[in-house]
């Protein structure tokens, strides 16, 4: 997740347009609009989107939020995210000369260098000029132990279906007569250097409901796809997928294995050996985050009690890869336990250590646990600050993190994970704008059970007593955290001009763990809801904003956060960006793969649930004769995620209903809108002109 306005935290799962049959509702008039790139849809998204870029970019506000926000996202003194393969730093790199990005490496005493050489493996703008696609990089998967053969996924426009392509590191090409599997939602791992797990679109009746593979097959190189030999088979009736991953650990170790994703939290998942495919005796909601000194290190989403141990939700174990693989009982042994405020963000196998981040009441830690006694150590890192795991490798103890605040550049820094005392920071990101007279501040909410509901302020301190123009954003959802970033855009096109900035950490994300998620899962969605309107109400009562001077953004799940806001509390807010989002709650799961994420939000084909989908829908609950702010609606053609048909519906029933609004849709880019920087320039541009305009009016000058 890039830390811009534009985008939210984490975004939903994987992709489908295969349409499956559902009645429409009899007021419902919209349905055509499902129609992902017919004719008709996008004859109306064309006219849709020449009103909206009319108004926007005839704001003189528009070219200057442009070209400084294009110029934060392609200039050259970013830090390089960093990725180990084979011991040396990988890095995909855009900028103003390469849009769509290149690929490319260096040694890593050269990445901590201040000016890095990089030799280029692949170039995406040169390769899509050749091909006449416009490939958008979606990663590799490289053969271990050597690591320098790799299967590159490659996307078309920025489609979440992508092709998978052998590369040669050595040789920077494409492997002549080497694997290639054509477009499809699809994932593939090395067996060896000759095969191949792969999961994709086999062919009729081989994927689920929600456009995810069920079946796993071994090919084999120089044989066609007809030719794989099915290894695993899920059930079609699963909501989400099943995927291959392997593992492997400092000692030689190595696991080869298969997650059946029954729903979105829970699965089963199984370990192929050489006598057969044995199921790991795991809870449902369990995963396996990596493998060190022969154990496989669990972390775990509900209580598990196993071998006379039990293991609270949200906590961090060990178990022997050897029982495991034996498909006997299991004698787990209990790493970490978060408290109430506190939860496990991330956890990754080094060659010899694990190592794990925690968010502490909203804040980064850093753990690096020692498999002998499995005794922990906190490693020096800023205090009050978002930390997360940058890169980590099985094949070695280095381990980079990034460091950010709201206000602070985001660092990167260095330890090998054997010597914590080497930790050091390496490289800082250039301060993007202004920050004199700036403060950040956490506050508390009363939400309307009584619970608590934390939330970061950004803002100037010498304006206290006057309500600031203020936009505000959260995700509530699906266990993702929101935490404090640094975002240049952000910080230039909003802090600078004497905006405020606001992020809440309400439930149904996993800032506290998945008791947080778990509260506002399904039925109990709503407070989600109160919680932002709670966060809202008291700002208002701070003073610190207003809500004649109050925007809100959120986008796919944060989208449908935004559309509820809208349809429920009207009266909050004066500007409302609605990015990706889900709206029509009573079709969601015909709609793209929102049939994968019943788990999170419910089914219509279950009474009780159906009846609150029905309540909280934003697109079925929209009035007429209600006085509600004019909203900026923006989706993509090209999301195969969530899908552009629920923003096209709530923008014509907005029209039927005689309720201004604008609406976007861009035409590439995906769910989450970066086919290349321009792209991301202008859709972060097109808002900020709209939140200026809406909050500040002509008080902030051009």
């Known amino acids: 997740m890039r830390p811009y306005i534009l985008l939210a935290a984490a975004l939903l799962a994987m992709p489908s347009f295969a349409q499956r049959t559902a009645a429409p509702l009899v007021d419902d008039p919209y349905v055509w609009l499902e129609d992902w790139t017919g004719p008709r849809s996008m004859a109306w998204v064309e006219m849709e989107n020449r009103r909206t870029l009319e108004r926007l970019q005839a704001d003189p506000r528009y070219r200057i939020f442009y070209r400084d926000l294009l110029t934060i996202a392609s200039a050259k003194d970013r830090i390089p995210d960093p990725h180990i393969i084979a011991g040396r730093i990988f890095n995909f790199w855009r900028d103003a000369e390469h849009p769509q990005g290149i690929w490319r490496v260096t040694d890593p005493a050269q990445y901590r260098s201040p000016n890095p050489r990089w ?40 489609e979440d279906s992508v092709t998978i392509r052998e590369f040669d590191i050595d040789r920077r090409e494409f492997v002549d007569g080497g694997f290639v599997l054509p477009p499809s939602k699809q ?20 994927m689920t409901a929600s456009g995810y593979p069920f079946i796993v097959k071994a090919l084999s190189r120089g044989d066609d796809l007809d030719s794989a030999v099915e290894v695993y088979r899920g059930a079609a009736t699963d909501q989400v997928s099943s995927a291959p991953f392997v593992l492997r650990d400092g000692r030689g ?27 790991a005796r795991l809870p449902g909601k369990a995963s396996i985050a990596g493998l060190v000194d022969g154990h496989a290190i669990v972390l775990t989403r509900e209580e598990w009690t196993a071998g006379g141990e039990t293991v609270p939700a949200g906590a961090v174990a060990a178990v022997s890869l050897v029982d495991l693989g034996n498909g006997g009982d299991l004698v787990p042994r209990v790493l970490f336990v978060p408290h109430a405020r506190q939860s496990v963000s991330n956890v990754i196998a080094t060659r010899s250590r694990l190592v794990v981040t925690v968010d502490d009441n909203v804040r980064g830690r850093a753990l690096v646990f020692t498999p002998d006694t499995w005794k922990s150590k906190k490693l020096a890192l800023p205090d009050n600050m978002a930390i997360k795991i940058a890169a980590a490798s099985s094949g070695s103890d280095a381990v980079y993190f990034s460091v950010t605040g709201f206000l602070d550049p985001t660092t990167l820094w260095f330890v090998d994970a054997v010597k914590p005392a080497s ?3 390496i490289k800082a990101l250039p301060a993007r704008f202004d920050t004199r007279g700036l403060i950040t501040e956490q506050f508390e909410a009363t939400s309307s059970d009584g619970t608590r509901i934390p939330y970061f302020v950004v803002r100037r301190k010498d304006v206290r007593e006057r309500p600031m123009p203020t936009i505000m954003t959260a995700y509530g959802g699906f266990q993702v955290s929101r935490m404090p970033f640094y975002s240049g855009g952000l910080g230039k096109t909003w802090l600078e001009r004497g905006g405020s900035f606001v992020l809440a950490n309400i439930r149904g994300g996993g800032e506290f763990g998945p008791a947080w998620h778990e509260a506002g899962r399904k039925t109990k969605r709503q407070i989600v809801y109160d919680d932002f309107a709670a966060v809202a109400s008291d700002l208002i009562e701070r003073k610190l904003t207003e809500a004649g001077k109050l925007g809100i953004y959120g986008g796919s799940n944060g989208g449908l956060l935004m559309g509820v806001a809208f349809t429920q509390r009207p009266e909050l807010w004066k500007a409302v960006a609605i990015q990706v989002p889900l709206l029509d709650m009573n079709r969601y799961e015909q709609i793209a793969a929102g049939a994968s994420w019943v788990d999170e939000y419910g089914s219509v084909s279950v009474p009780e649930e159906r009846a609150f989908l029905r309540k909280i829908s934003p697109y079925a609950n929209i009035r007429k004769g209600t006085s509600y702010p004019e909203p900026l609606i923006w989706t993509t053609t090209k999301d195969d995620r969530v899908g552009p048909q629920h923003a096209r519906k709530f923008a014509a029933r907005l029209k039927e209903y005689g309720i201004p609004y604008l609406f976007y849709e861009d035409l590439a880019g995906g769910h989450a809108g970066d086919a290349d920087v321009e792209q991301g320039a202008r859709l972060q541009a097109l808002q900020m002109t709209y939140f200026t305009q809406k909050l500040m009016g002509s008080e902030t000058k051009p």
């Open 119 to 158: 030799k280029v493996l692949l170039d995406l703008d040169a390769l899509s000029r050749v091909e006449g696609r416009k490939w958008v990089w979606k990663g590799a998967e490289c053969l271990d132990p050597e690591e320098r053969r790799c299967l590159l996924s490659l996307s078309d426009g920025g």
């Open 253 to 279: 170790n190595r696991a080869v294995f298969v997650t059946r994703n029954v729903t979105f939290f829970e699965n089963e998942t199984y370990l192929l050996t050489a006598t057969g495919t044995k199921r």
């Open 187 to 206: 994932s593939a791992i090395w067996v060896d250097k000759d095969r191949l797990l792969v999961a994709r679109d086999w062919g009729k009746g081989s």
């Open 423 to 425: 930790l050091k920071k």
